[in-house]
Structure formats: C-alpha cells, structure tokens
C-alpha cells in the first residue's frame, strides 16, 4: 500500500525533487542551529548580569548602608529599571522562543511527512500530574480561637488590633495584617518608620521574589533550549536516517516500478500471445473440420482402391507362386556363387597385405639405400679403386652377412660418424684458439718476466741502500682448510659474461658461532661481515640476528687472471670486519684475514673457518664457517 502525503503519491517524487527537498531541510536547520545559537549568546548575557546581581547580594565584604528612606526613591527606581529590562528582554526571549517554536513545529511537521513515508507511528508521551494538598489544622483552630475573643465586647481596642493581626498573621493573610498593625502603632504612639522599613523591605522582597522568578525563568528558558537543542540533534540524526531510509525505499520501489514494468510488458505479451492462439485456435478447428471431410473422402476413396486392390493381388498371388519356384532355383545357383566370390575376396585381402608390406619394406630399403648411394657415392669420388677390388670393403660385406647387420644399422653408425666428425673439428678449432691464447700468454709471461726482473733489482738496490734483508719479512700465518665447496655455485649469466682474461672468485659466508656474546652487549642488535678483495670495492653480507645460525651470503669479485692477481694471492690476504649494527649505527668489533694460498696449491675450492678478534677487549669472541672457490685457476 503507497503512503499518499500533500495528493501525491511516494513514487511519483522524483529524484532530483527528493534532494531538493532534502537540502531545503538542511538548509533550514543550519539556519534554526545559527539561531539557537544566538539565544544561547542571549542567555549568557543574561545569566552574567543575574549572576552580577547575585554575587551584589551575596557579597558580605561590601559597606552595609542604613536604609534610612532618603535614598529609597532612587534606589527603587533603579531597581524598578533593572527589573523592566529584565522584563523586556524575557518577553522578548519569549517572543523569539514563539517564533522559534513555530518554526520548530513546521520543520517537525515536515519531519512527521518523511515519518509517514516510512510508516513510523509517531510517539506521544503523557504526562500525569499530582497534586500535594496540605492541611493546617493548628493555625485554623487558633484564628477561630482568636475570632471569639474579639465578640467580647470589654477588650480594648489595642487587644482588638493585636487579635486582628494575630488572626490575619495566622491566616497568612499578612497583607489584611498590615492595616491593623498601622492602627495599633498609632494607639502606643510609635513610630510610622517601622512602616516605611515594612514598605521597602516588602519592596525589596517583591523585587527578589521577581528576580527569582526571573532565575527559574531562565534556567526554564536553558532547560527548553537544551531541550530544543537536543530534539534538534536527535531530529536531524533521525531524518538523517529517515534520510537513507528513504533512499533504500525509494530505490526498492523503483526496482518494484522496473519489475512492475516487466511485469505489464510480459502480460501485453502475454495478451497478444493470447490473441494469436485464439486465432490458432480457430484455424485448427477449422483444419479439423477439413480433416474430417477429408478423411470422409479417403474412407471412399480407400473402399474403392481396397477393391482394386483385392483384384490386383489375386493376380500378383498367382504371378508370386511362378516368381517364387524361380527364384527357389536361383537362390540355389547363388549361394555357389557365394562361396566362391567368399573364397576369391579372402585371397584378394591376403594378397593385398602381402603387397603392402613389400611396398613398405621396398620404401624403407629406398630410403636406406638412397642415403647409402649419397655417402658412399661421396666416399667413390673421393677415390679412382673399386671398393669391391678392396679385400677390406669385401670383408666387411661377408660379416655383414654373418651378424645378420641391414642398411639401418649402418645408417646408425654413419649418424655416428658423422657426430664424431662434428666434434673432431670443433676441438680442432678449439686448439686453434687455446694456441693463440697461448701464444698471448706467453707474451705477456715475457713481459710479466721482464717486469719482475726489473721490480727484482729495483727491491735489491732498495734493500742495499736500506739495510733490509728479505728472511727478515714476516711470514703469513698457516690456514687450516677442507678441499671441497659444497655452497659456492657460479651463476650461468655470470660465467658468460666473463672476458677471455678473467676469473672469477666467489666467498660463501656460513654458519657463525658467537663465542662471548658479552663482547654484543646487552642491547637487541644484528651483525654482518664486510670484506676488502684485491682492487675491488668493499662487499658486505646480509645482516642477521645473533641468534640465527648462518649468514647465508654468496660473494663474488670478477678480476683479471694475471700475474698480479696471482702474487696478491700469494703475498696478501682479504680483511673481513665484524660489524654490529644498533638502529641506524654500526660499529666494527673485531676483523679477522682469509688467505687464498690453497688457490696456488691448485685446490679450486675449499672450505675454512675464521677467528674474530677483538682489539678492544684482546679476545676471540666469534667463528664464521667460509667457502671459497675460482673458477679458472690462476696463472702459473
């Protein structure tokens, strides 16, 4: 069922009139929100110069002044001006919070319209009053009490103005007290000043009582814009919601409008296909009506052709029984003819088999023979002897024979000879090229040789002139290794991007022992290995935490394989430092040298261990597992 608000129902809104709509209304909420606001600026105001007020009351620090009456009109003026500004300004609170109302009832009557949209019951809360009636049955019986005193008629008048006060007082009635306490002060003769302190004191409470109104007023006004404003929150949360909810409905009935849509069109459909079976229908009664007419003309005519019939197949019986006896005869002629045709197409089959294969075996010994002719025609031409003269070739076709060898098999060996001659030349043409090389290198020993000589005598003169002798030079400390490199493997791009004239080395850092952990510290920290090769820059390994077990790390230097290289081997060896890294800083704690002597020894791979020392602390705090290999030798 629609929902049907203002003569129009929900699908008939638009989209776009659904947003306008929907932004007029936040529209006038940001404007009712600026507003409130500015009441609520109001408010403070007014609150300050109550609280102003209060604190001039409350403040005992102040002078006290006797209020003697002279300066009663002034100071009741003022008071009577604050008040009716007071005044002015919550009737014009009152005012604006009218308007405000009014406003409120239309955005929530607009609120209430989108409500009705989504079949939301509003909620009405009622509120009961009480009632708290209280008895004063002691100051009652007392007036009365006092009421008889006063028929008796010896009382003075004195006693009469005191029991008229007394009753009006306990009436409460402290307005009808007033006049006969003014007749009983003039009775003693006391003065009229007690009165005029009555008077503004009375002044001064009907001020306050108006002030407190004020307050409670005010704090009434706050409590209604509190309220305002949480009612606003919650009506804009809830046509927020409203909001989304309407969408979801207005899209779940626009879905309804396309199904409902589809709906019609498949029922036009259907009311067409309607139409066209009727007239189907029709058509087929009429085809039915033909079918009996016709079927009424078959009838006759199929009695008439039944006839016909009858005679026709009285004659062919008696043709049938001539046909039958001479067909008995061929039947028999026909399965000898049968039996024979069976046993010429079994021979046909056999012999056509038999064909296939010989032409198969024929086109095998073609090929065969054809790649023979062309090798060995090849070979003939190559020479003027008849191979049959050649006691050899002859041979060879006599063991043919005996190992029952066919054209296939000498095939297979001449693919092999053929592979064999392949590899023959592409090593000759190696040697061809390692000769050259060779010839290079010894050039370059020459010149290498030259070049050591001269650097001989240069060191000889300089250990003459300097007194150094050579058995004097410290001697490279001994490494223990292990021939062998199970991890160090040289990557194929790598290999093939060498020059004729390099090599190259590759280190692959391990397992790791830490020793003394203390020389780490306390702190959480990682570690890496740096090391120094040859010419080449300093290479470091992956950093790892001290409590794994190995580096894992493969490096590897490319580096001319000369004799430079090869007397660096032999008289250096490569630094690797212990680095511990903290956050972004890293310190070196010990170092430790690989020698590459086991590469003179023509061991391409080993494997080693290396000794972290300390400088600091003078200890050996750390083992690190190590293999090394080359991929070409050095040069000797």
Known sequence: MNEIFRNRLLPEYSRQELEEEFIRCCESLDEKATEILKLE????????????????????????????????????????????????QITELE?????????????????????????????????????????????????????????????PPQMIYRVQTAISILNHNLD??????????????????????????????????????????????????DEMTDMHKKLLQQYKDEAEQNNAKYKEVMDLQHEKEAKEAEAAKLNELQIIADGLKNEIQLLEDQKVKLKEDNDERIKKLREQMEEAIK?????????????????????????????????????????????EISQKLQAEYMSLRGYFVQMLSQTNDDPFENQRFVDF??????????????????DDIEKLKTRKQLILEKMAKYEN???????????????????????????????????????????????????????????????????????SFREFNIIKPQILGPKK????????????????????????????????????????LRDYVKKSCAKVQFYKIIGFDSNPIGEAIISFAPFLDDKNEFTSTLTFHSPDSNVDFAEVKYEAGIYIPLLK
């Open 41 to 88: 600026k109001q408010a403070q105001y007014l609150d300050g110069r109550l609280g102003r007020l209060q604190q001039d009351i409350e403040d005992q620090s102040r002078q006290q002044v006797c209020f003697d009456g002279k300066h009663a009109p002034i100071a009741y003026r003022q008071s009577q001006l604050t008040v009716k500004e007071l005044q002015d």
């Open 95 to 155: 005012t604006d919070l009218a308007q405000r109302q009014l406003k409120r009832d239309k955005v929530l009557q607009e609120v209430r319209y989108f409500r009705s949209l989504l079949n939301f019951p509003g909620k009405r809360s009622k509120v009961g009053t009480t009632t708290n009636k209280g008895k004063r049955k002691t100051r009652a019986e007392l007036a009365r009490m006092l009421s008889v005193l006063l028929t008796n008629k010896q009382i």
């Open 176 to 225: 009808d007290a007033e006049q006969p306490m003014r007749e009983l002060m003039e009775c003693i003769g006391e003065s009229l000043q007690l009165f005029e302190m009555l008077d503004k004191k009375k002044q001064i409470k009907e001020r306050e009582e108006k002030i407190e109104q004020m307050r409670a007023k005010l704090a009434e006004l706050r409590q209604r814009h």
């Open 315 to 359: 004659k062919l019986k008696s043709e049938l029984a001539d046909l039958e006896n001479h067909c008995a005869a061929l039947r028999a002629s026909n399965k000898d003819l049968e039996s024979r045709v069976a046993e010429l197409e079994r021979q046909y089959a056999d012999a056509k088999e038999r064909r296939d294969e010989i032409e």
């Open 397 to 414: 076709l006599n063991q043919m024979g005996a190992k029952d060898w066919k054209f296939a098999t000498i095939r297979m060996f001449q």
């Open 437 to 507: 090389f060779q010839a290079k290198l010894n050039d370059m020993i020459a010149s290498k040789n030259e070049l050591i000589a001269a650097l001989e005598s240069q060191l000889q003169s300089l250990q003459i002139e300097n007194g150094i002798m050579l058995d004097q030079m410290a001697v490279k400390p001994k490494q223990d290794y292990v021939e062998g490199a199970p991890h160090v493997e040289f990557e194929q791009e790598a290999v093939i991007n060498l020059l004729e004239e390099e090599t190259a080395i590759m280190i």
């Open 525 to 564: 920290c990682q570690i890496l290995l740096s090391i120094d090769f040859y010419e080449h820059e300093t290479q470091m390994t992956r950093a790892v935490s001290p409590t794994d077990d190995s580096f894992d790390t493969s490096i590897m230097f490319t580096c001319k394989n000369d004799f430079q």
